[in-house]
């Protein structure tokens, strides 16, 4: 009850706040599309930055977007909140943070569903496939527009390096708030503990949590890399980052906007992918000098073992199996 009443203030602040967007858009009118998103790495927030800049010079001046970054409007469920309730328009979110409200986009937090980046690509670019994952928030108010890459996710530690999964087992891990990573963690012995990312660096200082998982930007970014020093190269998962639009603020526009929309996010996501690399490598190099960060290659053979059961869970279920195996077979196209 008591969150319902925040997000309902914070949505009526939002909305008495920020005006210039019209709820009925005609050719000419003066439309400003609030984007609010949490913390991000700086290829992400370069993305979304590309965004506005391509969606207002193929309108002509005509839509606009206004930023509300860095988690000024709360961590990613709530902005996920907001964006259903139309309090703002667009956010960017990870895809497992959308698994409480469509269960499609559980699939992406299977371990070792792709075997590499490009076959990560093919899936992501592929309509057939993404199209109804998209839409399967629009009864909920919102819809997906476009992905961005998060890299490749991996296990980073306090106390020393991951060699195998008995070096996880007893290990307090924080994951993401989504059922299928928190099995994951069980499934290798661990301790799952389930938190916000602005809770993570407290936590691993104060010994609530032995590690965590995700991309490098955690180490420098985040500064991850002041307490956990040890970085190894499991690569479970491919998590997607997801933009998603308030359906009801979509479908104002004008088609020509709407277009305009759409081809905004895709080059964005274009533009994301070419800068990713380098970023990463530069966040590397910034972790080893400026932290001490070791990084260690992995044998994830045994981790692929441990975690079995997750893959028999979603191809041998009705929903889900027809989803898994069409991205199992563009592996390796």
């Not at 965004?51 to 207002?56: A, I, S, T, V, W």
């Not at 328009?89 to 299977?110: C, H, M, N, P, Q």
Request: one cysteine or more; hydrophobic letters at 35%; proline letters at 4%.
């Amino acid at each position: 009850m008591k969150r319902n009443v925040i997000l309902l203030l914070v949505g009526a602040c939002i909305l008495t706040l920020i005006t210039g967007c019209s709820l009925n858009a005609k050719a000419g009118d003066q439309v400003v599309l609030r984007f609010a998103y949490a913390s991000n790495a700086p290829p992400v927030k370069e993305a979304m930055a590309e965004f506005g800049r391509l969606l207002e010079e193929k309108t002509d001046g005509e839509v606009t977007v206004k930023y509300y970054p860095d988690s000024q409007l709360g961590g990613e469920r709530e902005l996920i909140e907001l964006t259903q309730t139309g309090a703002v328009d667009i956010t960017k979110v990870s895809g497992s943070a959308l698994e409480s409200f469509s269960d499609r986009y559980s699939i992406f937090s299977i371990p070792y569903l792709f075997d590499g980046e490009e076959h990560f690509y093919n899936v992501m670019e592929n309509e057939e496939i993404m199209e109804p994952i998209y839409q399967s928030t629009s009864d909920l108010g919102f819809v997906g527009l476009t992905y961005y890459d998060s890299g490749q996710r991996s296990f980073y530690m306090k106390d020393g390096p991951l060699e195998s999964p008995e070096d996880i087992k007893g290990k307090k891990i924080r994951v993401m708030q989504s059922e299928t990573a928190i099995e994951m963690i069980e499934l290798l012995g661990g301790s799952p503990t389930p938190m916000g990312s602005g809770e993570v660096y407290t936590s691993l200082q104060q010994g609530i949590i032995d590690g965590a998982e995700n991309n490098e930007f955690v180490l420098v970014t985040a500064g991850h890399g002041e307490v956990a020093k040890y970085y190894s190269y499991d690569q479970h998962t491919r998590v997607p980052d997801i933009v998603v639009m308030n359906e009801a603020t979509l479908n104002k526009l004008t088609p020509e906007q709407r277009e305009a929309v759409h081809e905004a996010a895709e080059e964005s996501t274009e533009y994301e992918k070419k800068v990713w690399k380098a970023a990463v490598e530069k966040e590397k190099q910034l972790a080893i000098e400026e932290h001490g960060v070791e990084f260690n290659e992995v044998d994830n053979t045994p981790f692929k073992e441990a975690v079995q059961p997750l893959h028999d869970e979603f191809k041998n279920n009705e929903e889900f199996k027809d989803l898994y195996e069409a991205i199992q077979e563009m592996s390796g196209q």
